[in-house]
């Protein structure tokens, strides 16, 4: 793990001070009921691989071709979290090398003075072993594959993103 990386993650707070880790926040003011559908949106912990091969990206049948992501409970070490569930996807661990973005969406409802903020905090990771060139995910409905470019579909977050890993 390199100086970029905590060896745990917990507090996202943390991260506006980091130099290295690129700080993006938005604000979005909604009525109550599109309140409600926010706050059921899960933070995810986003980890990015690269190889010779490209960018390694899973569809899991909801989201198209994004990043490995998973979704991260309150309280929860978010870099624990990556490590595990990556190596649940791939049946590979992997190092956390650095934290390269956080991303904060808050949801305001401008009549009851409620929000709720859903996170994303992206990753940049290496396998400890190696990832084969066809891939095979271990977790079912999830396909895995790599990418030498950004996938023409990719929405403008997920596309910006991946973008990070590829050369």
């Given at each position: ?22 700080v ?11 309140f ?6 899960d ?11 490209g ?11 994004t ?9 929860d ?30 949801y ?60």
């Open positions: 793990m390199t100086a970029d990386a905590p060896d745990s993650l917990t507090d996202l707070a943390t991260l506006r001070d980091r130099e290295a880790v690129a993006r926040e938005e604000i979005q003011v909604v009525d109550a009921a599109e409600a559908d926010a706050t059921e949106l933070s995810h912990v986003v980890v990015g691989v690269a190889s010779e091969a960018v390694l990206l899973q569809n899991d049948g909801h989201h198209g071709w990043l490995p992501a998973f979704p991260v409970e309150a309280g070490d978010w870099l624990a979290v990556a490590r595990r569930e990556f190596e649940r996807l791939t049946g590979v661990s992997v190092t956390i090398d650095a934290v390269e973005r956080l991303r904060a969406h808050e305001r409802v401008p009549d009851t003075g409620d929000s709720t903020t859903v996170y994303n905090v992206v990753v940049r990771a290496t396998p400890t072993a190696r990832i084969p060139e066809d891939p095979q995910s271990r977790v079912d409905g999830t396909e895995i594959q790599w990418f030498a470019d950004v996938p023409e579909d990719a929405p403008g977050p997920v596309a910006t993103d991946i973008e990070l890993f590829v050369d």
